[in-house]
């Protein structure tokens, strides 16, 4: 009869701790694939920024993926937008890849300024 109990109890646990171990795995590696994409969003992002203006729409037309992200994510496109309104410039940059469990998951987005507008000084607003 102990036996019996021991191993009912010992079945329970595991039917308990090994989806919670699988679930543990799966955040785990989509952890990863974010801080990759974060990465990689910064990284291109950084370099686009220092350009000069005729290069970086070059560089922009040209955009891919560095190899190892290439291999880490699964079908992971890499876009940019170059964005001129009342705000300055800036250039807005989006990671899409294939997360498997969160199939409504939309691109991680990163924006750099390139040419902010200043704000106005109090001097400037209020002369006195």
Do not use: F, Y
């Amino acid at each position: 009869t102990e036996v019996m109990v021991a191993s009912t109890l010992l079945v329970a646990v595991m039917g308990t701790l090994a989806p919670l171990a699988i679930r543990c795995g799966q955040l785990w590696q989509e952890s990863r694939h974010q801080q990759l994409a974060i990465d990689e969003l910064a990284n291109q992002l950084e370099r686009l920024t220092l350009m000069d203006d005729s290069d970086r729409r070059d560089a922009i037309n040209d955009l891919s993926l560095s190899a190892p992200l290439g291999e880490a994510l699964p079908d992971a496109t890499l876009s940019a937008e170059l964005i001129s309104d009342q705000h300055g410039s800036r250039i807005e940059m989006s990671l899409t890849w294939n997360r498997p469990g969160i199939p409504t998951a939309g691109p991680m987005k990163l924006v750099g300024w390139i040419d902010p507008l200043e704000k106005p000084t109090q001097s400037d607003e209020d002369p006195e």
